[in-house]
């Protein structure tokens, strides 16, 4: 029995029946990590208290006592996750020393339900970048083809749960960094709706944008995940009070009635043919299932990648001010005063691309710059949330691309910073709407890569996600 | 000559239990670096948590001044660098401030003038650094603390006038209970801006003047200020648009940077705070909860005490100065006769402190016994003053300090009249020269009959007895 290759679920049923305990469990998971240390997955592992963790939820469960949903099974959470006595180092030099001093309410959501947090992957740097190429710790590679990217900005996460090395992982999405690793890792992963995981202790990149979410090796698993870390915070005034479902009930095995919107705006001619072809089948399938395709229209979609770098970069720019070299992080060992401190330390500290960032959001939002590009692209925003909004008067979910193409390889986009903003293309305009969406595996290319299928549901509507992923999961698992 | 113009900014710390943006303690003092945690020490990845108490209190002191409260309200971030300012952006309120408009009445040599307030919006307070041999060191008890920001239209034409302006902005603010209103521990602080032009002439060029810690460097700095522009525009230059600091020891005010180095701040709608929504309802019901204002108070003073106006409005500037009153008048029911030694005796040696935000330090009920004594001519004037410079920072009960040393006046008129019987026949040429008419003499004998008892016997007393022996 290969426990590395089940489902978090499955693993769950192992632990439940006492196939397995979760010592053993998680000792396997770091015998996984040092094999397939050529990864570069995760930034820092912490097996001691991991095994303490797992050996505490043994003992619970010896003694009959109430488990949480999670119980003895081994979680990586992505480094800009808090958790105290754990290093966060957001895969940036700056922080490459910093301790947290406190703890995240998701990570603590994890912990409270008795998962076994095992180290902190790899990403890129403050969760800028799509290839996972940006970080201080070096690149992560894909455990489908290891010449190539496994995405970015969660690689680390959507690495790890690829190649076996936990069962399920932390992530976070600002603009596809959930979505597009876990399409090009060949798993599922989604960014819930903006509001439903609370940020605190998640350190910021665009705190409008940002969401956790979760990377599975299935759309289940998924649903397991987000009813654990969903939930009102009261640490995070952003963070909403809807009431959480039963996720995982509403996986119903039936698309019946299902009414799958298709933009065109998502079928250009720059599609990938073979990326298009898997998602042409993947609709057959539901349509052939009992679904109905309707044609919505998001004029607007072109946009969003504009909004996003506008507003992203500027808020960018003020959340990462507070790297100053004063309190935490790098303090540049020879400067002459407080403002050669500050450069000095920020030079020193961040990496290019977050540099290029900074530099775009506070241009963005100088006085003078401000009515013609951040005050704009709010407009637009609302332009494009309503534009949502319509087209899911029409619809229950709409299907699209995660990404034009499937992964390239390590070092191919590096210095063209176009083409690799233009990666996110299709996973940004849910970020800018504030929608949930959840990216799966619907096929593989002739070179074996995978291809991603997004998902998009309207706010608060996870439900229809994991419904409609799972059955599609299952269709593609039995040939159908 | 040159019109003075006049604007402030007033900064008013709130006394809410917590800070405004986490659940840390918002209290003044304590270890350095005691009352903080993630949120007020910009720790990676922590968020602002909104304190209710501090909107509240914000949009009381909106309502006391007669603003508009905004039903839709938005923080915005403040981005510039600076060691005391963790997150590196202030937490304020620009295009969408909680409150706007209103105005209050100041009186200055008998005449009032209605001074109007532009807006007033809540942000938080930065952390403060503390300079040392071994470095700067920062102490982030302060952060985050919320602070309102009173903003006043350039209404104001004279030192005078600002200071007034500020004290009745401080006397509302301690009515309300919302502040501690202090100048010196830095919970309340003002920003001057000074501008002169000529009758008929547009506004001129303003500077902006920083560090005024106490009324009395507001009224010099202001003064400073004016003949400084005038000496400029005298010899024919431009006035500089400016922010000068202050300096109170040297009496000088100095350009810190100018319109052209003046830094953007970037503002942009904070988006880890939902805007502010107020229902109508939730003004209405902070609007019942305010306390009576001076104005008030003062009314009833004159019409149900039998105070002057004047004297009624002197009383009630400060609420803890009225508060005391009060409860003075409760055990000891002659409020004319408190009245006079509050704003007589107690204000002189208030003012002998040289601190703006001096107390009484004597507590309420030993001040009525001791004017209870005072009043009952048990003791005399002199020995009241005395008892109450004695009794300042001290828990001591008169009553008692006067049985045991004594200090109460002879009221005895038969042994009095056996004093002075003495006293006129070893100065038979005083006697004399009273009863030709030289009412000077009257002191001499009260001067020797104090002698005579220790400084107790009853000036009054005295003087009938006097009156009655040259008459026999």
Known sequence: MNYLKMDLWQVREALKTGKITSVELTKLCFKRIKETSNLNTLISTCEEFALASAKAVDEARASGQKLGALAGIPIVIKDNINLTGTKTTCASKFLANFVSPYTATCAQKLVDAGAVIIGKANMD??????????????????????????????????????????????????????????????????KPTYGRVSRYGVVAFASSLDQVGNLTRSVRDSAIMLGVIAGKDEHDMTSSSNAIPDYEKAITGSVKGLKIGIAKQFFNDKLNSEVRSSLDKAIQTYVDNGATKVEVDLPSLDTALAVYYILSSAEAASNLARFDGVKYGVQSKKFKDLVDLYFKSRTEGFGKEVKRRIMLGNYVLSSGYYDAFYRKAKRVQKVIRQEFEKAFEKCDIIVCPTTANPAFKIGEKSNDHLAMYLTDIFTVPINIAGLPALSMPCGKNSEGLPIGMQLIAPHWKETTLFNAGDFLEKALKEGK | MYKTVIGLEVHSELNTETKCFCSCKNHFGGEPNTHCCPVCTGMPGALPMLNQKAVEYAIKMGLAVGCKINKYSVFERKNYFYPDLPKA????????????????????????????????????????????????????????????????EPDMSSPEEAVAFLQKLRSILLYLGISEAKMQEGNLRCDV??????????????????????????????????????????????????TRRWDDNAGKSYSMRTKE???????????????????????????????KLAGERAKQYVEKMGLTEKDAELLTQDRKIADYFETVV?????????????????????NSLENDDAEIE????????????????????????????????TDKNPEIIVKERGLAQVNDTAGLETILKKIMADNPKAVEELKAGNQKMMAFFVGQSMKATNGKANPKLVNEIVQKLIKL
């Open chain 2, 261 to 291: 180095d003046s830094q953007d701040y970037r503002y942009f709608p904070d988006p880890d705070i939902l805007p502010i929504e107020v229902e109508q309802e939730y003004i209405d019901k902070i609007a019942s909860t305010l306390p």
């Open chain 2, 362 to 393: 004597i507590n309420p009920e030993n001040m009525a016994k001791l004017l209870k004594l005072y009043h009952s001519e048990t003791i005399g004037q002199g020995t009241a003053r005395q008892l109450l410079d004695e009794l300042w920072g």
């Open chain 2, 330 to 350: 409760k055990s000891f029911n002659q409020p004319k006769f408190i009245c006079n030694w509050i704003l007589g005796e107690v204000f002189k040696k208030l």
């Open chain 1, 125 to 190: 740097e403050f969760a800028m970048g799509s290839s996972n190429e940006n970080s201080a710790f070096g690149v992560v590679r894909n455990p489908v083809n290891t010449d190539y990217v496994p995405g970015g900005s969660s690689g680390g996460s959507a690495s790890s749960v690829a190649s076996g090395q936990c069962f399920g992982a932390l992530g976070t999405d600002t603009g596809g960094s959930i979505r597009e690793p876990a399409s090009f890792c060949g798993i599922v992963g989604l």
């Open chain 2, 89 to 152: 952006y202030q937490i304020s309120q620009l295009e969408y401030p909680l409150c706007v408009g209103g105005g209050v009445e100041i009186e200055v040599e008998g005449k009032k003038k209605y001074i109007r307030l532009n807006r007033i919006h809540l942000e938080e307070d930065a952390g403060k650094l503390i300079h040392s041999n071994s470095g700067t060191l920062i102490d982030y008890n302060r952060g985050g603390v919320p602070l309102i920001e009173m903003v006043s």
């Open chain 2, 193 to 242: 801006n000074v501008s002169l032009h000529k009758e008929g002439e547009p506004l001129g060029t303003r500077s902006e003047m920083k560090n005024l810690n106490s009324f009395r460097a507001v009224t010099r700095a202001i003064k400073y200020e004016v003949l400084r522009q005038a000496e400029e525009l005298n010899a024919g230059r431009k006035i500089v648009q400016e």
